[in-house]
T-cell receptor, first 113, second 113 residues
Framework: ETGVTQSPTHLIKTRGQQVTLRCSSQSGHNTVSWYQQALGQGPQFIFQYYREEENGRGNFPPRFSGLQFPNYSSELNVNALELDDSALYLC????????????FGPGTRLTVT | KQEVTQIPAALSVPEGENLVLNCSFTDSAIYNLQWFRQDPGKGLTSLLLIQSSQREQTSGRLNASLDKSSGRSTLYIAASQPGDSATYLCAGVVNTGFQKLVFGTGTRLLVSP
């Protein structure tokens, strides 16, 4: 069984640029959620995708957007990067059964300069 | 507002001690609770999921309890080892039409040999 994978591991971008982060869900999972974790804080929910549709969103502006593909992998896109977007971005996958236990990938460390 | 609080923020103990990490939450919409471990700069590893119908879960030296009436969960670690050093995060599972995790800020644990 393959766990959740994310790419790239690290990324450095300049303010105003755009970035795309990628996530492959765990085998058998059809739901992907994205979280942002600032240094020293707990992760904050960005949004969730289920069967290729966004079915829930946290308190993040529209410049944070995403996609889910038929194989349940997902992308997180951030436009017009700001310095405060510097964080660890975590992807989690889950099945819509079994208590909705979520399994996280290793994260992508984004630094905006 | 959904809030999850973890006490203490940091804990340093000698190897072999039994210890308790505390998590409290104020939102009755939290129905399951999940405990995670996070090593520095890494993703989250799921430790235990306690569903609303359960009062506790055990895995090896770890035992987690959930008391929804008081809004509290505890993670008990028996016979701590240096390899247990990490940040421990609790997260409430909230259902507002979709399931998301609401995280505390974590307890940073250091176990000294």
């Amino acid at each position: 069984e393959t766990g959740v994978t994310q790419s790239p591991t690290h990324l450095i971008k300049t303010r105003g640029q755009q970035v795309t982060l990628r996530c492959s869900s765990q085998s058998g999972h059809n739901t992907v959620s994205w979280y942002q974790q600032a240094l020293g804080q707990g992760p904050q929910f960005i949004f969730q995708y289920y069967r290729e549709e966004e079915n829930g969103r946290g308190n993040f502006p529209p410049r944070f957007s995403g996609l889910q593909f038929p194989n349940y992998s997902s992308e997180l896109n951030v436009n017009a990067l700001e310095l405060d977007d510097s964080a660890l971005y975590l992807c989690a996958s889950s099945a819509m059964t079994g208590g909705y236990e979520q399994y996280f990938g290793p994260g992508t460390r984004l630094t905006v300069t | 507002k959904q809030e999850v609080t973890q006490i203490p923020a940091a804990l340093s103990v000698p190897e072999g001690e039994n210890l308790v990490l505390n998590c409290s939450f104020t939102d009755s919409a939290i129905y399951n609770l999940q405990w995670f471990r996070q090593d520095p700069g890494k993703g989250l590893t799921s430790l235990l999921l306690i569903q609303s119908s359960q009062r506790e879960q055990t895995s090896g030296r770890l035992n987690a309890s959930l008391d929804k009436s008081s809004g509290r969960s505890t993670l008990y670690i028996a016979a701590s080892q240096p390899g247990d050093s990490a940040t421990y995060l609790c997260a409430g599972v909230v259902n507002t039409g979709f399931q998301k995790l609401v995280f505390g800020t974590g307890t940073r644990l250091l176990v000294s040999p």
